[in-house]
């Protein structure tokens, strides 16, 4: 495996339903990102992690819970979801975060229902 | 906060058209990125400028970084098919990015 990779690359949930988003980069890089892209809307950032430490929470609410057990690995965990939630939900990484290129992963497409 | 203004919105082209396309913003950015985003898929980077003035190629794609660091270009020249996606800009400085809303080209045979 090469670049980003994201897991599911679908996913449709009911809104009392747990389900977690998985993120892993192969370029050595030590920063991660999450974010969320709704139709018609920028990207929008929701989390960022240097070495494994979270720098960053873009006054995301409280049923996305980020969690990144080391700088290859990052997830989002869901719980009671909103419809209004369903997007597609990018996972990026850097060498660094600041200056440096974000490379993405294919993303996972959410549906809430 | 900060905004990108990035244009046209969208874009029908016939296949070897030239294509132009610009992020504006009233923030100074040190750094520019522009994104090839294809269905299904997450955006790919494609051309990134570190210096005010910098003009950098990608194969049949050219951009610059605007003298006033506010704006950027991307021009594709001879657009063919496999050029259709949203292609998104990327202004940066400290540690954010900011992303401009994604011009949406068409290109038809």
């Known amino acids: 495996e090469t670049g980003v990779t994201q897991t599911p690359r679908h996913l449709v949930m009911g809104m009392t339903n747990k389900k977690s988003l998985k993120c892993e980069q192969h370029?050595?890089?030590?920063?991660m990102y999450w974010y969320k892209q709704s139709a018609k809307k920028p990207l929008e950032l929701m989390f960022v992690?240097?070495?494994?430490?979270?720098?960053e929470n873009n006054s995301v609410p409280s049923r996305f819970s980020p969690e990144c057990p080391n700088s290859s690995h990052l997830f989002l965990h869901l719980h009671t979801l909103q419809p209004e939630d369903s997007a597609l939900y990018l996972c990026a990484s850097s060498l660094r975060t600041s200056g440096n290129e974000q490379f993405f992963g294919p993303g996972t497409r959410l549906t809430v229902l | 906060g900060q905004q990108l203004n990035q244009s046209p919105q969208s874009m029908f082209i016939q296949e070897g058209e030239d294509v132009s396309m610009n992020c504006t913003s009233s923030?100074?950015?040190?750094?520019w990125l522009w994104y090839k985003q294809e269905p299904g898929e997450g955006p790919v980077l494609l051309i990134a400028?570190?210096?005010?003035?910098e003009l950098t190629s990608n194969g049949r794609l050219t951009a610059q970084f605007g003298i006033t660091r506010k704006d950027s270009f991307l021009n594709i020249s001879a657009s063919i098919p496999s050029d259709v996606g949203i292609y998104f800009c990327a202004g940066q400085n400290t540690d954010k990015l900011i992303f401009g809303t994604g011009t949406r080209l068409q290109v038809f045979p």
């Open positions: 370029l050595g890089h030590n920063a």
């Open positions: 992690y240097s070495l494994e430490e979270r720098v």
């Open positions: 400028l570190y210096k005010a003035g």
């Open positions: 923030s100074i950015f040190n750094t």
